[in-house]
């Protein structure tokens, strides 16, 4: 049984124009938005071109990330509307340890407005709330160059390389990691 993870946090992490929120059944629009980039369903447990019963399956199964001891999975909101433009989450396997890693993917008619880099600064800014974290890491493949721009723009510095990571499909591919450090002086509770 994994170690239970610290509380969700009381108020949604915010950053720029997005706000971090729990994943909702409303989300399931936005899930099948997101199916249809093929690499968002290559790297995590969202079919390709997911109908509605896949969508809602994904979306209970993101549900269930915190109570299973994974970590924390985030719908990506616009706060100025109220609309759901992606996902993102903290992964806390290995919290024991100090280090996480997340991720992120924005709904492709949502994209090129900056809302990646403000989620995942939310998100980060989330992650040195929790006591013990004290490294974050992205792992982006080479040739992404929007996700290499998204995470410099969130904080993020070139770690080095993982060779042949294993994506939530089983496949393995070779990765650069980007890290982000909790900031010297803040609260390590």
Request: charged fraction near 20%; glycine fraction near 12%; hydrophobic fraction near 40%.
């Amino acid at each position: 049984m994994p170690e239970p993870l610290p509380p969700w946090p009381a108020t949604a992490p915010a950053c720029g124009r997005v706000l971090l929120r729990p994943v909702t059944g409303a989300d399931t629009g936005m899930a099948i938005s997101l199916s249809t980039d093929p690499y968002v369903s290559a790297t995590g447990t969202l079919p390709v071109a997911a109908g509605e019963e896949e969508a809602l399956a994904w979306v209970e199964r993101q549900q269930g990330r915190h109570r299973e001891g994974k970590g924390f999975s985030f719908t990506i909101e616009e706060q100025a509307s109220g609309l759901a433009v992606g996902h993102c989450g903290l992964w806390l396997q290995h919290l024991s340890d100090g280090y996480a890693s997340a991720g992120y993917a924005v709904a492709p008619e949502c994209r090129g407005r900056g809302f990646a880099a403000d989620a995942l600064a939310a998100l980060t800014a989330f992650g040195w709330s929790l006591p013990g974290l004290e490294r974050i890491e992205l792992f982006i493949e080479p040739w992404n160059t929007a996700s290499i721009r998204t995470a410099v723009r969130a904080g993020y510095a070139p770690a080095g390389a993982r060779r042949n990571y294993p994506l939530a499909g089983g496949e393995r591919r070779d990765m650069r990691v980007y890290a982000a450090l909790r900031p010297a002086g803040s609260s390590r509770r």
